[in-house]
């Protein structure tokens, strides 16, 4: 399975554009239940039922709603490449109590980004007598990568992104809802701890 994503996976194309056209159209219903299934199998029964009695329901993937959806998000107002140098500016270095708090202080059930890693899996992985410590280690280290502009600029258009979805309102505009990678949202979310901190 992850071999045949890896062989999909196009980065110069938009996902909906590149698989819509050799697919069968997934009804909103369709849609409607897969969330529902995937919020139950999670444990998340109060999300279910929320998302069940919303009159906002998944819009079906087209190019109707793929324009939609971008004009509620322009595009980057610069290149990528044209962002200031890192080195510029000093960085921060955080501790592994820091990115401990940061992982755990995800709320519950938090959805996971385009790679499917939810805050839940490091929570757990973390809060394991085996595996915490050394993966603590790693987030510690990657997450000060990060901090100091480590993120190689052909990738941060990818680890900056996320997983965009639709939801029709019932006034008849389009609800957009981005989930990023679980990784960029642990960054950001130590940033903000240690900015509350002063």
Known sequence: MIRSRIADFAPEHHPLLTADCSRRPVSSSALLSQIITSKLEDGNIKAAVRILNSDEKPSAPSEQTWSKLKEKQPAASKPLDGLPCPTQFASISVSELDVRRAALSFAACSAGGPDGLRPQHLRDLLLSSESGPELLS?????????????????????????????????????????????????????????????
Request: aromatic share 6%; hydrophobic share 50%; with cysteine.
């Open 138 to 198: 790693a987030l510690t280290a990657f997450v000060n990568i990060m901090l100091a502009g480590g993120c190689p600029t052909r990738l941060a258009a990818i680890f900056f992104g996320g997983r965009l979805l639709a939801l029709n309102k019932k006034s008849g505009g389009i609800r957009p809802i981005a989930i990023g990678f679980t990784l960029r949202r642990l960054v950001s979310n130590v940033r903000i701890l240690l900015a509350r901190k002063g």
